[in-house]
């Protein structure tokens, strides 16, 4: 859990720097570590459904994520920091591991009004995000990817 708050501590100070700076946004690379007991992957999410309603896709554009994930204790956390004009946000989210196997992760969040699920593709590296709303009348989906691609999306709008 230090570790944990340390990942969210970095993410804000990195952000922070260059807001204070006045540089253009820099965002971290994507990278996906793994072990057969542990996930470590980290970027930015980039939305894949065109007309999404949810905020953090649609209004959040410059963010970076790291995630942690141990098989043992059967849970994930994401550490979040979103800049949406002068204000950083973070945020820190636990998700329960509902399978884990040689192929894939994948862990939910189940919230008040939505639930997030998360797919660790452990043969191809990749994260993707899929959020229901618990009214089902929207799904979303999302990618992790790279901060070069949440920055270019950013600056488009």
Aim: with cysteine; proline share 2%.
């Amino acid at each position: 859990m230090r570790n944990l708050f340390m990942l969210v501590v970095v993410i804000i100070v990195q952000m922070q720097l260059s807001f204070a700076w006045g540089d253009s946004m820099v965002l971290p690379h994507y990278y996906f570590h793994k072990g057969n007991e542990w996930i470590r992957v980290g970027g930015s999410w980039v939305g894949d459904s065109p007309e999404s309603s949810d905020p953090y896709f649609k209004d959040f554009a410059l963010q970076t994520s790291e995630l942690a994930c141990m098989r043992v204790q059967a849970i994930c956390f994401e550490a979040r920091a979103v800049k949406k004009g002068a204000v950083l946000l973070s945020y820190l989210l636990e998700y329960k591991v509902e399978r884990w196997d040689t192929e894939r992760v994948i862990a939910v969040l189940d919230g008040a009004a939505a639930i997030i699920r998360i797919i660790f593709d452990k043969q191809r590296d990749t994260v993707s995000l899929v959020h229901t709303e618990k009214s089902g009348k929207k799904l979303d989906r999302a990618h992790l990817a790279d901060g070069i691609e949440a920055v270019g999306r950013a600056e488009a709008k």
